[in-house]
């Protein structure tokens, strides 16, 4: 699919939603800013064509300039990328799966290659942001596990009675 084909599929789902209108230029131009990198074109047009967040899986990525935006990602990058090394500087959160797990979009990279990161650990998914957002609109989005495993622990066995498996 080509990132107009991406767009147009954004924009119906983001009108179906009741998704926000775009973000302003000067807000994605002080997200820039803040993260030191650029935005990947697709995303970057996603916000400035379609919608201020509400694209992507299930409730959609956060707006640029409120809320989730600037308490995950803003407020961590106006210190620096994370101090712990494990996330590279430029790769962002972009999608809260919950129970500390994220999908991340690398900034470094023109095509934003996604990465996940869970409990602290962070990992390439070895997809661009366009096939990503292809997965989410045909719903065969999942978190991407490494190797496509989940770790063993109560919130993740197999087993796990209803209510307490991640999806």
Known sequence: MTDDEIIDVCRRIAQERQAPPPAPPEAVAEAERV???AFPALLRRLYTEVSNGG???IDGVP???VGSWQEHIAVPYENGPDPSGRI???VVPLYDWGCTMWSMIDFRDP???MW????GDCWRQGITF???L????DGKLRFAWPDGVPPESEWHRPNAPAGQQES
């Open 134 to 137: 292809v997965a989410a609109t």
């Open 130 to 132: 366009g096939q990503w």
């Open 116 to 119: 996940s990161n869970a409990d």
């Open 55 to 57: 694209f992507g899986p």
């Open 35 to 37: 993260i030191g990198f």
């Open 111 to 113: 095509d934003g290659a």
């Open 88 to 90: 590279p500087a430029g």
């Open 63 to 65: 707006p640029v300039d």
